[in-house]
């Protein structure tokens, strides 16, 4: 959707035939969604895929390995704070008041469990 943004604008336009709706709205909207997605994997997903590398750093075996994760695991520390960062300045709506009404309506969404949102 954002080729169609830059290439065509805000609104429908047919491309190869198929109307397509291009809303700068819904293109703020996956921002948001793929930075909370972002989030959860810096936050969740690399601490579990390494968790037995971290055992074995603390029973002291493979330690040239465990040093290497120890990188790894401060790098995606940084990377976590970051996104968690842009997510809050999103969220307080300080640059864009649209957007904190986004991650609004996406938490709504989430609460009453409905697809597609979170």
């Known amino acids: 959707m954002t080729s169609y943004w830059h290439l065509l604008g805000e609104g429908t336009h047919t491309v190869n035939g198929k ?4 809303s700068l709205r ?13 989030n959860a994997l810096e936050a969740i997903r690399f601490y579990v895929s390494f968790a037995c590398s971290f055992a074995f750093a603390e029973r002291e075996l493979m330690e040239g390995n ?11 520390a940084l990377h976590l704070t970051g996104t968690q960062h842009m997510l809050n300045l999103l969220r307080s709506g300080a640059d864009d008041p649209e957007m904190a009404e986004i991650a609004e309506e996406c938490k709504q969404a989430n609460n009453f469990g409905l697809p597609g949102v979170l």
């Open 19 to 22: 109307t397509v709706t291009v």
């Open 26 to 38: 819904e293109l703020k909207k996956k921002l948001y969604l793929c930075l909370m997605s972002v």
């Open 66 to 76: 465990a040093k290497i994760i120890r990188l790894i695991a401060r790098d995606e």
